[in-house]
């Protein structure tokens, strides 16, 4: 059985910095694009940022020149380091990968279960 989970979410103050985690297990034999997406309360998950195996970072306007993602493929991990948080990134967070299973020639989505992300003083 797949699964992702995310973690290194928390309450931090406007200005200040997090790092999420999310690490992929189960039986895997390819992974290939790791993303992160977040929904705030009351609105529509949104895309944050994308990087692709090998591929080129991509972000929401929203997050351009604050957020980095990166990771590392032997640990099946992608990362979001978040700077300049703002009020409103507030939202639960959100990762998602596409995974090719020993067996299978399909690649299938996954979703983790989220980690909140509270930004206020």
């Known amino acids: 059985q797949v699964q992702l989970v995310e973690s290194g979410g928390g309450l931090v103050q406007p200005g200040g910095s997090l790092t999420l985690s999310c690490a992929a297990s189960?039986?895997?034999?390819?992974?290939?694009?790791m993303t992160w997406w977040r929904q705030a309360p009351g609105k529509q998950r949104e895309f944050v940022a994308a990087?692709?195996?090998?591929?080129?970072?991509k972000f929401a306007d929203t997050v351009k020149g604050r957020f980095a993602i990166s990771r590392d493929n032997a640990k099946k991990t992608v990362y979001l380091q978040m700077n300049g948080l703002k009020p409103e990134d507030t939202a639960v967070y959100y990762c998602?990968?596409?995974?090719?299973?020993?067996?299978?020639?399909?690649?299938?989505?996954?979703w983790g279960q989220g980690t909140q992300v509270t930004v206020s003083s």
């Open positions: 998602n990968a596409e995974i090719q299973v020993p067996g299978s020639y399909r690649v299938n989505d996954y």
């Open positions: 189960g039986r895997i034999s390819s992974l290939y694009n």
């Open positions: 990087l692709p195996k090998g591929g080129i970072a």
